[in-house]
């Protein structure tokens, strides 16, 4: 039977997680700060094994919007959980990990676009999708492919309070934990790597496309590209 791992499988998209690879038969193993797994800390992941998928899912809000005001603890955990728990996932199932073996990260719609009520998760989610898009070669020269689904707002105990009642009262519909799970189903099996899926309720996992960066301007670009002088 092959294996898998869900960090953050305790709760909300992990737990759906954890669900839906055992509907496709893996064996599962949550590891979740509530029993005793800290994805920020090097020494649990050296316990961990080899597992043929792995969905680097335990993410943590930043949860301040005026940088004034940011609390050093919680800046600090959120890069702890939702940055080290991404990068030290990868770096010890790079070194454990079957080849054929299949990683997907959750990021966020935050990895993707500002969110100016929460500027450091989108800075760890943004990282989140930085790394993924940049470490896949290196793992792919090892079989192993890497991908990072990037959800709008899910229905999970993260999204509480104020925010929740905020989504409630403009009717904005948001995605069950299950439709999360199922896009990264459709990541693992994609046949892609360093790529970023955006999830919206109501929609497909699109693969989304980074827009092409304008390179150096060159002494060539200048004589075919200069607009004429000025009169
Ligand atoms: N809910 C949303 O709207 C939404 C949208 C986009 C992305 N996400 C991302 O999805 C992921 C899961 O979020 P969720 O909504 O299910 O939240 P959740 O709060 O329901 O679950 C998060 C889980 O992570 C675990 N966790 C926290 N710190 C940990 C640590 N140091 N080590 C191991 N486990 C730890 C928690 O115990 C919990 O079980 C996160 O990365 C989150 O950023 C959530």
Same mark, same amino acid.
């Given at each position: ?9 305790? @709760? %909300? ?7 839906? $690879?055992?509907?496709? %038969? ?12 800290? !994805?920020?800390? @090097? ?43 991404? !990068? $030290?996932? /990868? ?23 500002? /969110? ?11 990282? !989140? !999708?930085?790394? /993924? ?5 290196? $793992?792919? *020269?090892?079989? #192993?492919? #890497?991908?990072? #689904? ?8 993260? /999204? ?20 999360? *799970?199922? *896009? ?19 929609? @497909?996992? #699109? ?22 002088? $000025? *009169?």
């Amino acid at each position: 039977m092959k294996r898998a791992l869900v960090t953050g499988g305790a @709760s %909300g998209i992990g737990a759906a997680l954890v669900s839906r $690879l055992r509907a496709e %038969g893996l064996e599962v193993e949550s590891l979740d700060l509530v029993t005793g797994f800290d !994805v920020s800390d @090097s020494e649990h992941w050296e316990a961990v094994g080899p597992v043929d998928v792995a969905c680097l899912n335990a993410g943590v809000l930043g949860g301040e919007a005026d940088p004034a005001l940011l609390a050093l603890d919680g800046y600090r955990r959120a890069i702890a959980v939702n940055v080290d728990g991404v !990068v $030290l996932g /990868v770096r010890h199932l790079a070194r454990v990990m079957p080849a054929g073996g299949r990683i997907v990260c959750t990021a966020s719609l935050a990895g993707l676009t500002a /969110v100016p009520d929460d500027p450091v998760y989108a800075l760890t989610k943004h990282a !989140v !999708v930085g790394f /993924v898009r940049s470490v896949a070669p290196a $793992l792919g *020269a090892r079989g #192993i492919a #890497i991908n990072a #689904i990037c959800p709008g707002f899910a229905d999970t105990p993260m /999204v509480a309070g104020a925010a929740r009642s905020a989504l409630e009262d403009a009717g904005f519909p948001l995605l069950t934990a299950a439709d999360v *799970a199922e *896009a990264a189903w459709v990541a693992l099996e994609s046949g892609e790597t360093g790529h970023a899926w955006v999830v919206q309720p109501g929609r @497909s996992p #699109i693969d989304f496309r980074f827009p092409t960066l304008p390179g150096p301007r060159t002494a060539a670009d200048e004589q075919v590209g200069m607009p004429p002088p $000025l *009169a």
